[in-house]
């Protein structure tokens, strides 16, 4: 005789489906998990610690100790928290992530030093089996998590991004950055890690240069008024100058204020020079006035400054910094300034040199 099937008892019934819902609450949970990613902070406000302590922690940094490190990735590993690609990077992977911080648009990279300097830095990086990020420097004004934009162990920061971006870089991450030819006004009294461009220096070779040819009178042609190293460069022009002529035969103007009328004027007075304070300037002038009729260098002498690939077209004279050095000596440096782990200061210049063409 066949046994009879026993129910499960109401107990039974209702334990069955509270695991069943459980299950079901857990792969909802999980799901829901997947859909959103656990971040810094969130891990930060389970702990009760501050975001910058955590990602120093996750990156097993010695600033934090060892027992709140272990607590740190605990924590990581039980909220399933995937650190992003600049987190991975820097809890000691072999490979290494150098940022070439920008403005949004990157409009410098129009510049031939610029664009020179650049192609340098991703050389190097890639001989040494490292990346070159170009980063947007709206990302560091915009991001409140430390690790989410800045996909680098360290920063090299062109000088037109403004010094607030640079100084929260290194006060909101712990991780080093150098500013690249510091001309945005803010970097007037800057004290951060930067490696500048001679430019006054540079600005007198020029002028010894043009006295030597037999200039008496000259007119620098500033490009950007606003601008630190253009500055210094007619600072140069200024200081060399008074020791070899009489201070009025010297004068300044804004390149926008630069009319044919002024250029018929120069260009007539005897044994006048002109000097730009960049190449971009210079060409322009050199093009202005050659449709006017005038001849470089006969009637008038012109020179510029940066060493720009156009100004070779024509034979330009200017003063020409060495691009390439430039990125070995940032390259070299930030580097150096990872590895050991500091922000230290580090103040270092790239001489100039004068490259004579035919229009002086």
């Not at 920008?102 to 610029?114: D, I």
């Not at 120069?266 to 044994?271: C, E, K, M, Y």
């Not at 093009?287 to 009637?299: C, N, Q, T, V």
């Not at 020179?303 to 990125?327: I, K, M, N, P, R």
């Amino acid at each position: 005789m066949a046994s009879p099937i026993k129910k499960p008892s109401v107990s039974a019934r209702t334990a069955a489906a509270e695991t069943r819902a459980a299950a079901a609450a857990s792969s909802a949970l999980r799901i829901e998990t997947q859909k959103k990613r656990v971040t810094i902070a969130d891990l930060a406000r389970a702990l009760g610690m501050d975001k910058s302590s955590v990602s120093l922690a996750l990156r097993d940094s010695p600033r934090i100790s060892q027992a709140t490190r272990t607590r740190v990735r605990q924590a990581a590993t039980e909220q399933n928290y995937s650190p992003n690609w600049a987190a991975k990077q820097l809890a000691g992977s072999a490979q290494r992530a150098i940022g070439l911080i920008m403005p949004a648009t990157f409009e410098c990279l129009v510049h031939p030093p610029v664009a020179s300097t650049t192609q340098a830095l991703a050389r190097l990086t890639a001989r040494r089996g490292l990346t070159l990020n170009l980063i947007a420097s709206e990302q560091l004004e915009a991001c409140d998590e430390p690790t989410l934009p800045v996909h680098a162990d360290g920063l090299l920061v062109w000088g037109d991004v403004p010094a607030a971006s640079v100084q929260r870089f290194s006060a909101a991450y712990s991780r080093p950055a150098i500013v690249l030819d510091p001309h945005h006004p803010s970097y007037a009294r800057y004290t951060g890690n930067a490696l500048s461009i001679q430019n006054r220096e540079g600005a007198r070779i020029i002028v010894r240069h043009l006295l030597e040819r037999g200039a008496r009178h000259l007119t620098f042609v500033q490009y950007v008024s606003d601008h630190l190293g253009h500055i210094e460069r007619w600072r140069g022009v200024r200081e060399t100058w008074a020791k070899h002529a009489s201070p009025d035969t010297l004068e300044k103007i804004a390149h926008q204020d630069l009319t044919d009328a002024d250029l018929k004027r120069i260009a007539r007075t005897p044994n006048a020079a002109i000097f730009c304070s960049n190449d971009r300037s210079a060409m322009q002038v050199w093009h202005r006035l050659r449709s006017m009729g005038f001849s470089i260098p006969d009637e008038v002498k012109l020179a510029g400054f940066d060493g720009d690939e156009y100004g070779t077209l024509v034979g330009l004279t200017t003063a020409q910094f060495d691009s390439e050095g430039l990125a070995e000596i940032a390259f070299d440096a930030i580097l150096d300034l990872v590895a050991n782990g500091t922000t230290e200061v580090l103040e270092g210049s790239v001489p100039v040199v004068l490259n004579t063409g035919v229009t002086s």
